[in-house]
């Protein structure tokens, strides 16, 4: 009798390899695509906690490490490109704001 350690986690799939084999890609992708959402909204979450600040050094600092996370994720697909193309707009705005 296999231990539940064991056990292969089944996947709703069909039964041919191909959509097996997809049902994998499928569980890998959304895996990496939401590891890369948690980073951007963790480098927004910091710049804006910087913005509540008015710390004006470090969200320039947040803003150079937040907006290519955005930008990528935003080529790749994993958010709409307009999405990502709103955000870096709004946050840099709002650094700005803080600048003057």
Do not use: C, F
């Not at 710390?55 to 790749?76: H, S, Y």
Request: glycine share 8%.
């Amino acid at each position: 009798m296999a231990t539940p350690g064991n056990q292969k986690k089944k996947l709703h799939s069909g039964r041919h390899a191909s959509a097996m084999k997809r049902a994998r890609q499928t569980v890998t992708k959304t895996r990496y695509n939401k590891s890369q959402k948690q980073g951007m909204k963790a480098a927004i979450k910091a710049l804006r906690i910087a913005i509540g600040a008015k710390d004006k050094k470090a969200a320039q600092t947040a803003l150079k490490t937040a907006v290519p996370l955005i930008d990528k994720i935003g080529r790749k697909g994993i958010i709409p490109k307009t999405r990502a193309s709103r955000v870096v707009s709004r946050l840099t705005i709002a650094v700005g704001k803080l600048a003057a």
